[in-house]
T-cell receptor, first 114, second 113 residues
Framework: DTAVSQTPKYLVTQMGNDKSIKCEQNLGHDTMYWYKQDSKKFLKIMFSYNNKELIINETVPNRFSPKSPDKAHLNLHINSLELGDSAVYFCASSRPDATNEKLFFGSGTQLSVL | AQSVTQLGSHVSVSEGALVLLRCNYS??????LFWYVQYPNQGLQLLLKYTSAATLVKGINGFEAEFKKSETSFHLTKPSAHMSDAAEYFCAVSSGGYQKVTFGTGTKLQVIP
């Protein structure tokens, strides 16, 4: 069983479109995250949710809207896609409020905006 | 504020040689430090973590790292490189609540047969 699964794995779309990426974890974790990895492999946190509540929002454009219907799911919706949004997006989860707990990552969604 | 600096975006070693990947951190509070590995087209996996219990930390796949407070370093080593070690390695630091983890820019390890 995949611990953190995200879909789709690849997403190719035109500028201006709206798209969503879904993430689910079966680890029973309360905390979930979205990370963005750019073409230089730099990994930056975008959002963090703890038990469906937004905890971290790292100055991400409001075209990005995370939604957590329950603590096992954290989806990412992106409006009006721009060329600069092209990146690999990783979902992750961990136990809550534990600074030394490891992150469990999904395998990533490669978004290409044309 | 916290940050991580990884020296060397690319490191090449021969198979069987010592692997040394460098990481220096900055943190205003005692940090928790991590090394993650990313294989092609995969997410990151934890190699090891420092949580103040011991300064020398052993991880998976024969890797270990030593926390040196005086040098603010957490370098990753492995005595003998295998071809399967070729991957991207990320050092990370966490010192706040709710896992606000800051990653370094990564070091790509190439293992030459």
């Amino acid at each position: 069983d995949t611990a953190v699964s995200q879909t789709p794995k690849y997403l190719v779309t035109q500028m201006g479109n709206d798209k969503s990426i879904k993430c689910e974890q079966n680890l029973g974790h309360d905390t979930m995250y979205w990370y963005k990895q750019d073409s230089k492999k730099f990994l930056k946190i975008m959002f963090s949710y703890n038990n469906k509540e937004l905890i971290i929002n790292e100055t991400v454009p409001n075209r990005f809207s995370p939604k957590s219907p329950d603590k096992a799911h954290l989806n990412l919706h992106i409006n009006s896609l721009e060329l600069g949004d092209s990146a690999v997006y990783f979902c992750a989860s961990s136990r809550p409020d534990a600074t030394n707990e490891k992150l469990f990552f999904g395998s990533g969604t490669q978004l290409s905006v044309l | 504020a916290q940050s991580v600096t990884q020296l060397g975006s690319h490191v090449s070693v021969s198979e069987g040689a010592l692997v040394l990947l460098r990481c220096n951190y900055s943190s205003s509070v005692p940090p928790y430090l991590f090394w993650y590995v990313q294989y092609p087209n995969q997410g990151l996996q934890l190699l090891l973590k420092y949580t103040s219990a011991a300064t020398l930390v052993k991880g998976i796949n024969g890797f270990e790292a030593e926390f040196k407070k005086s040098e603010t370093s957490f370098h990753l080593t492995k005595p003998s490189a295998h071809m399967s070690d070729a991957a991207e390695y990320f050092c990370a630091v966490s010192s706040g609540g709710y896992q606000k983890v800051t990653f370094g820019t990564g070091t790509k390890l190439q293992v030459i047969p």
